[in-house]
């Protein structure tokens, strides 16, 4: 199955589609991974931690995947890539893709030599790029703008997925310094339907300014039960009340599966 990318396509969101998308954020503890199905499309965004790679695998199983079209890491931290050598020893994957950045781990190190070890060569994920996912879906990539970050959170891509009618915002753990630089460019794109809340609820993530651009229905927020960082933090907590966002937390709730014909979403949980 072959995607195309790059600016130059027109795209007609109001296309009606044929079948469902689903999307599971998965339960890795404290850490971040989606598996996204679109079509005939089987993507990943974040593999977790190293210490909960079994588990992503379990999940993983229970879902009758041949193989990635798509693989994304999102940025460096362990949380993020530490179960991508295990994703990849399992599972043939056609397209890795990360932002432009380097770090001088051993668990960076491994997925480096388990995306060789298929063949395959990085490809960078930058602000806009497009990915036409066929059927009335595309990927649209708002952030990252610079070449380099002090912290390596706001590397993470800040993307949305636009299905029929129905859009999903991912961040990663993109902070406020990302959002501003998306909204600096994008804000009459980012509003969405859902979005995955960045940095497992960090308060150093979901400005208001970011909120209020997307201005999302159902909020997402991937984190370990009992934390040591205290994801979600109160102050992210408050914002989601306050804005009337239903949300849906892995630590509480497990995997939280998500449907969407192209019109409505519907939402269920493990737990
Ligand atoms: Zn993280």
Known sequence: M???????????????????????????????????RINDFDILIDAGPKSESD?????????????FEMVIATHPHEDHI??????????????????????????FQNMLKSVSKQGLKVQTLKEGMQFNLGDGAKFDVYSPIKDSY??????????KLTYG??????????????????????????????LKFGHHGSSTSSSNEFLK????????????????????????????????IKAYRTDLQGEITLTSDGKNISIKTEK
Do not use: W
């Open 213 to 244: 651009a997307v201005s999302p229905k159902y909020g997402i927020i991937s984190c370990g039960k009992d934390n040591s960082y205290g994801h979600p933090h109160k102050e992210t907590m408050n914002k989601i009340s306050k804005n009337q």
């Open 150 to 159: 002090d912290d390596f959170n706001n590397y993470s891509p800040i993307m």
């Open 2 to 36: 072959k995607f195309i990318f790059g600016n130059d396509f027109s795209f007609n969101n109001t296309k009606k589609v044929s079948g469902n998308l689903q999307v599971y954020y998965l339960d890795v503890g404290q850490g971040d991974a989606e598996y996204i």
């Open 55 to 67: 588990h992503l695998l379990k999940q993983l199983e229970d879902k009758n995947i041949d193989d």
């Open 165 to 194: 009618e129905t859009k999903l915002m991912f961040t990663g753990d993109a902070e406020t310094l990302a959002e501003k630089e998306a909204l600096s460019r994008h804000l009459k794109d980012l509003k969405s339907d859902v």
């Open 82 to 107: 530490g179960g991508m050598s295990k994703v990849f020893e399992k599972y043939k994957v056609e397209n890795f893709y990360m932002p432009k950045v380097t770090h001088t781990t051993k668990t």
